[in-house]
């Protein structure tokens, strides 16, 4: 069965500093790896995915992650964290492109300070 | 382009009354379905999804059912809800490209 980890339940930055969000995955055969935005009391927002194209992925509002077979991880990351970015971020992986085997890790808490 | 929408927003119910969510997915045909649940503290729980009109898979035993009379309307519905069944409840929709499109939530508190 798939699981994902998400190393650190709650990670704080500075404004203006690295964004770094872990997830690892366990998956049987190649995955489709997914990030997901959270903003308080909204759905969740597709950030970027991963479907065994290029390994270096771009998403929207300048987050990027990169898929490492080797070390069954796809973290998130943004060079420059902006206020706006304080969310739960969520690391998904699924087994085939129809939606139904979703699973999703337990989510992070990004906070931005000033 | 598609759209989802859900509602109401937010509720708050009595122990024991009944529940209805409901949710429309639009520019799409066929969609694949689900409701997932977000208990406080608690990561995303998948309630039930549907691959079709009529079908409906439920994936955690519970006071809860899923309907879906239309092909791009899902309902979850309860006839006595439990203090447990608080929580953010939100609906996806899926389309064969691998990732799921989530509507806007709704909150439900049970009292």
């Known amino acids: 069965a798939q699981s994902v980890t998400q190393l650190g339940s709650h990670v704080s930055v500075s404004e203006g500093a690295l964004v770094l969000l872990r997830c690892n995955y366990s998956s049987s055969v190649p995955p489709y790896l997914f990030w997901y935005v959270q903003y308080p009391n909204q759905g969740l927002q597709l950030l970027l995915k991963?479907?065994?194209?290029?390994?270096l992925v771009k998403g929207i509002n300048g987050f990027e992650a990169e898929f490492k077979k080797s070390e069954t991880s796809f973290h998130l990351t943004k060079p420059s964290a902006h206020m706006s970015d304080a969310a739960e971020y969520f690391c998904?992986?699924?087994?085939?492109?129809?939606?139904?085997?979703?699973?999703f890790g337990p989510g992070t808490r990004l906070s931005v300070l000033p | 382009s598609q759209t989802i929408h859900q509602w109401p927003a937010t509720l708050v119910q009595p122990v024991g009354s009944p529940l209805s969510l409901e949710c429309t997915v639009e520019g799409t045909s066929n969609p694949n379905l689900y409701w997932y649940r977000q208990a406080a503290g608690r990561g995303l729980q998948l309630l039930f999804y549907s691959v079709g009109i009529g079908q409906i898979s439920s994936e955690v035993p519970q006071n809860l059912s899923a309907s879906r009379p239309q092909d791009r309307q899902f309902i979850l519905s309860s006839k006595k809800l439990l203090l447990s069944d608080s929580g953010f409840y939100l609906c996806?929709?899926?389309?064969?490209?691998?990732?799921?499109?989530f509507g806007e939530g709704s909150r439900l508190t049970v009292l």
């Open positions: 991963y479907t065994s194209a290029a390994t």
């Open positions: 998904a992986v699924s087994e085939d492109n129809y939606g139904q085997n979703f699973v």
């Open positions: 996806a929709w899926s389309g064969g490209r691998g990732e799921l499109f």
